[in-house]
């Protein structure tokens, strides 16, 4: 190994305008864990225009040294001047492991970093660890639609890099006295064809009603609900899960909600990650459209509702009691 | 002997499976219930290039052949008994009959639109007098100068309300009986020709089923479609193509049936086990599936005689009669399989039991079937 | 205009199941399918070539069964196919898959390379930029929205909470989501061309103009070292108890699970 160089964790710190992508936080974590199994530092790169100020929040978050490299060039996100710098920087410090957020940034910058460093990539990863006796870093993550799960390593080549899973990891409790030296990284953008241009940024909107089969977090409701009133406390929960609403087909028949949100055999097969069920007995044509979600709650006053059958948590007790307040809990611990 | 289909037909078979998953399938409850016509469905179909699958690609169609056609129809009536007649109503009895016996110029005016999917086609021959007894015609057809002028009223018509171009059977000479029949094209729109209310049917009941009005009804002379007095001949050919389709949809509704069924006595429990656990269940599914099977194999088989110019109006009747009562049988044991969820509509095989009666009675009852079986053994 | 569009076979992994008493993965009887999102970029192609003529190319890499979704692609209306398949190039990660298929579209004239954002076997989304990256020509990823302006395409490009609409430079590789559009069916005389009146270009080993180094498992740096089906479900826990305390349990378990 080069003498010059120390040893580190790279963590790109992504910020979108001039904000720190939360999954950033959470990859500080992670690599600290794993900087401390490997007996280095963590060292997070901020890319951007005029963005000295996100410098703290990263000591804060456990970074040891932050690269920083400022250029109009890195205004908004491009592939290009971003994969350049952040190759650039990997070439001279010689990290032993470099982690992205897998969003839609990371997983467009992270493969071109890859393949003009020549080194291997895991997408998407859910767990990250060194093994103990061989300090290999071990990278697991799902495949085959989740239905798998695979360990995966990079023996031969530096640095190994991931992507990882938005959520997985706790952040730390920031420390707001935290300091470490800020690196500051110069580099000429030179335009060329692989440069793209941006023409516009459009914003979405953020009340984009979205298809319950692509939704993550599903609040369904059932004739439990007793009318479309009932769906009105089930949308407030949905809403600050960022889910959407879901339905039985009893609920449909009794013209309380769109056919576009039955689940069931007659309905949509969904598999969010999150599937709370209220007022949902159970019937087997209900169940057969969502027993492969990956968590399934359900609040209903019959105890021996076969819906529980299925559920990771089963709560016995009154939807019209619990939902408002559980809203009310979350929307305190999101805030 | 080759029972392996080709590659080309796999592949069919699966486009087919897929179009039916996506497009059929949401609808069809909803079809059944509101007695609606899958329009939404049918464009599709159309521009997909489904309504023309046997015909020569210079006329319009596909350029393949009648099993591939087949396998639409079956695919189809595993989700959708009404847009598998639809289906096979325009295909064998309306295009083929213009596809058998048109002219050139016919062909080219009728058959490319009915094969590119511009235009639908209906046949029409049944009459209030005149349904197995089809030489009882009493529709009647004058010539008038360069016209023909029809007269009469046609009953029970698949495609009725919703085609663009009919075959339809009329006497131009009372005196000749079965000789004295021809066929016509008739265009929707020509003055003279009219619509009666459309029937309330026990099945199928999306598909547009009412009666023909022909009042004075006047058509060019060049609509005349094979000779003058060979209408009998060209009907009951054509009846012979179509009940090749009407196999199809019996055997995919007798599929569709015995598919959901499988999965229902999976899931349902009774007495702390699934009823799949049932030795009853076991040999009632398993005769179902025999049944199945065989009927399978009578119905592709009318169809790759037909693509190999061979005779096979008896194959095509024995396809049916065995196919309409497997499908009648399969879909009365699976409602009896789903117990009372059977009787109830969101468990789709009561309406499957309602769409499977009629595959016994329409393009020729099962007794007509077995009348063209004996008279072949006994001739 | 020449677009080459990357295909592949994949499991559909909507019907792959796990066995219940061995808790293993049960891929027989598991079928082969068009990727989604490369099926929405072989759209989008035919939707070009439909709009201002193009040749339409797909290639995929694979086993010889690959074949299918060439002839697939075929019967939708693509007019040359090309598998990449040997025995050496099996086993290779994303690093080796886009070497390989960079090196096999390097053989080919291309203005536009169109292939899916993932594949739902893997869903790595890696391959598509890998190749642009080897090729050295610039790609867009998430692409909702695709257009042709001489020889520039115009993207509109998805983020969580955003779009770019972005101009690139032909040629371009570009990564297609599949809300891109909703990709037509076969049709049924497609079908019979494909498979009766269209030949696939069958590349192995000695065709691709890639080193062995960068080529299948070997040429991979990543390994797998363990698979292992997602844990069974437990039975559930049910409780019973005030409005409070249920709410309390709830809270805590979604912050077990990541959801808060």
Redesign the interface.
Known sequence: MDENVVPSVFVFAEQ?DNQITPVSFELLAKARELAAKLECEVVALLLGDKVENLVQPLFSYGANKVILCEDPALA?????PY?HAISTMIRQYKPQIAIFGA???G??L???I???I???????CTALDIEDETKRF?MTR????????????????QPVMATVRP??I?KRIPDPNASGEVIRFELDFVEN????????????EASTKHNIQDAK?LVAGGRGMKGPEGFEILQELADV?GGEVASS?AAVDAGWQDKARQVG??GKTVRP??YIACGISGA??HM?GMEESD???A?NSD?TAPI?N?????????VF??VP??TE??RK??A | MDFNMSKEHLMAKQLFHDFAINEIEPWA?ETDENHRFPWETVRKMQSTGFMGIPFPREMGGQGCDTLTYVLAVEEFAKYCGTTAVILSAHTSLAADAIFQNGTPQQKEKFLRPLADGTKLGSFALTEPEAGTDAAGQQTKAVRDGDEWVLNGTKIFITNAEVADIYVVFAMTDKSAGTRGISAFIVEKGTPGFSFGLPEKKMGIRGSSTCELIFENCRIPVNNLLGREGKGFGIAMSTLDGGRIGIGAQALGIAEGALDRTVAYVK??KQFNRPIAGFQNTQFVLAQMKADIESVRYLVYNAALLKDAGKPYSVEAAMAKLKASQVASEVTRQCVQLHGGYGYIQ??QVERMMRDAKITEIYEGTSEVMKMVISGSLLR | MNIVVCIKQV?D??E???DPVKGT?IRQGVPSIMNPDDKAALEAALRLKEQFGAKVIALSMGPLQAELVLREAFAMGADEGYLVSDGKFGGA???AT?STLAAAISKLDYDLILAGRQA???????????I???L???????AEEIKVEGREV?V?R????????????MPVLVTALSELNQPRYMTPGGIFDAWRNKEIGRWSRDDIPVDDGNIGLKG???????????TM??P??????D??E??????E???E????
Not at chain 1, 118 to 124: I, M, P, S, V
Not at chain 1, 193 to 204: A, N, Q, V
Not at chain 3, 158 to 169: P, S
């Open positions: 979108v908004q996100y491009r592939t290009e994969t969003t839609s940034i997983r467009d992270a493969p071109r890859a393949g003009r020549h080194t291997g990539l895991t997408a998407d071990m799902p495949a085959f639609g989740g239905n798998l799960m695979a360990t995966i390593v990079c023996p031969e080549f959520g997985v706790v064809d692989c440069y793209t241009k941006i023409l516009d940024i459009i914003k979405k977090i899960l087909r055999q007659t990650n999150l087997i044509q057969a968590f399934i709650i609040i105890s529980f299925i559920a990771d948590v089963g709560i016995v007790g009154d009691k619990i307040k559980l809990a979350i611990e999101r | 409850e899931e349902r969101s468990f | 499991p992994t909507k792959v199941r796990i993965l990660d994303t690093w886009s739902i076997d893997g869903d790595t989304a890696q391959v598509g930029p890998e642009a990256e080897h050295g020509v610039p790609h867009i990823s998430y115009i509109k998805q983020f969580e909470d955003r779009y770019q609409i972005l101009k690139a430079k991979s740096p990543t390994k797998v070292v363990q698979t292992y089906p997602k479900k437990q559930g826990t049910k409780i019973e108890t409005v409070d249920s709410v309390q349990y709830i809270v378990k979604l912050k699970k990541y959801i808060l």
